[in-house]
C-alpha cells in the first residue's frame, strides 16, 4: 500500500496502533491530551488578559483564571510525564517478550544472509525508538494537535468580537507571533515522530506478518 508523509502507510496504520497499544498508554495519551487542552486554554485567555493589561485596565478575573489554568497545566504536565515513562517502558517490555516469541517461531531459513542484522536493528534501535513515542513525542504530538488552533481561536476572539481598540489589535499581534511558534512545534513534533514511526511500522510488519522474517 502507497504510504503517507511519515513513511507509514495508510492501510497499516491499524497496525501500528495495535502495537502501541496496551494497559498503560490509555493512560498517558489520557494526561497528553489533558495537557494540550490545557494548554490550549491558557493561550485563548490570555487574549483578554493582555487586551487589558494593554489598554491599563484590571485583568480582573481573567488574570485569576489564567493562573489557575496554568497551575492546572504544571501538575497535570507533570502526572503526564510519569504516565508517558510508564507507558514507555510497558512498551519496550511487552515489545521484547513479543519480539523474542516472535523469533523462536521463525524458520530458521529465514535468519540467515541479512536476517540476524535486520533482527538486531528491530531488538535495539527499533525497540528503542517505539518506546520513546510515549515517552518523548506523545505530549508534542498532542499539543500540536490543540494550540495551533487554540491560539487562532485566540486571534480571531477580539476581530470577531469588533473590538478595534489598539490594545486588543496588540493582543491580536502577539497571539498571531504565538500561533506561528505552535505552528512550527507542530511541524517539528511531527518531524521527530516520523523516524519512530517508521520503526515502528518495521516491528509491525516482523510481529503481525505471518510466516514473514525480519
Known sequence: PRGGRDGVPRAGAAGVGRLLRGPRTGPAVGAAACCAVLHGAAVVLAVPVLTRALAGEEPGPWLVALLAVAACHAAVSRYAAGRARAAGVGLARRLSYRLVARTLTTPAGRL??????????????DLIAVSGLAVHHLRPVAAALVVPVAAAAGCLWPVLAGDREPAALVAVLVL???????????????????????????????????????
Open 112 to 125: 540467515t544472509g541479512e536476517g540476524p542484522a535486520r533482527l538486531a536493528r528491530l531488538a535495539t534501535r
Open 176 to 214: 498571531g507571533v504565538w500561533w506561528a511558534d505552535a505552528l512550527h512545534g507542530a511541524v517539528a513534533a511531527r518531524a521527530a515522530a516520523r523516524p519512530a514511526l517508521v520503526a515502528a511500522r518495521r516491528l509491525r510488519d516482523f510481529l503481525f506478518a505471518g510466516g514473514a522474517g525480519p
